[in-house]
């Protein structure tokens, strides 16, 4: 009997459904098109509706989790978690991106990329956090940490290139996540899903 | 031969590896689904009707069926005597396992 397989089901459920990465990350780099107003996204209108188109995609994509690997309400120590992951993804999102490259007079206006260390950061922390820090997690956001921290970035706002790169990593590390998930839980249809009468 | 001590006799009913599974796996969430509990524990649809019947007659998980998207669902929750018990157990299992690894160094 694996105790802690069977306990980290539900963290793992909830952390690794990597396919609903995508969405995110299509918008990361649509809103880093749409900044350098590329094409169609330089209309102020193709954005909100991308952002609809992404919401419906998520939508559908936690239909298909639901439907074939069922639904579940975390535990309160693990919204906990969850709740002080996004407490500290604020705090390195807003005071350390402000801190390290910014019109702040108390920046301290370093050559990074600001975005892609932030991001790397708090995607980093998020995991470790719920559901521990698997490898192609520390290769794809320690990749982005170790590029977005090299002093290379003299040029006078690389944000939009650190929203390529974090959209990118968004979709690479939730194919990863996802894989996992498959590996943790079994391909898609290879369980009779259909609904007992247990309890009738 | 001695009588056991109480404290280290197993609840059979929560021993049974498919209904510890199923215990284990509700311990670490509010509640959860039919589905979610047969891809978690790989028990059979049949096994795991069986077994939630089992549990729920001993009032240690509560089932409620509802319909989602016009399916029925059912889901499933650890009662308060159930996350007791199946507490107690793994507290058992752990005094059962130091027990015989200081034994066997003896």
Redesign the interface.
Known sequence: ?Q?KT??????N?SYLRGLLAIPLGVLLILAALANWEVGPLRHIWVFPVAVAMAGAGWLAIT?YY???????????K?QVRSALAVVIALAVMGGGSLLMRSDAAWSLDLPVNAIAVSFALIMLISYAIGVGLKAHHVIIWGAVLVAGALPVWSSPDPSNIGLLLAGVAVMVSGVFDHRLFVHT??APKT?????????? | MSEPRSELILDRLIHE?GR??IL??L???????????????GL??GN??SH??KL?AAGLVA?E?KF??K?????VALTAAGKQRIARH?DQLERLKTLSESSGQQ
């Open positions: 009997m105790r069977l306990e980290k089901a539900a963290a459920y239909r639901n439907e074939n690997y069922g639904r579940l309400s975390p535990s309160t693990q839980f079994g369980l009779d899903l259909e609904e007992s009468d247990v309890g009738a | 590896p510890l599974a284990t796996v311990s670490s969430v509010r509640d959860a689904d039919f589905v979610f509990l047969q891809r978690t524990t059979t649809k795991l009707s939630l019947t729920e089932i069926k989602v998207h399916k029925p669902n059912t889901n793994w």
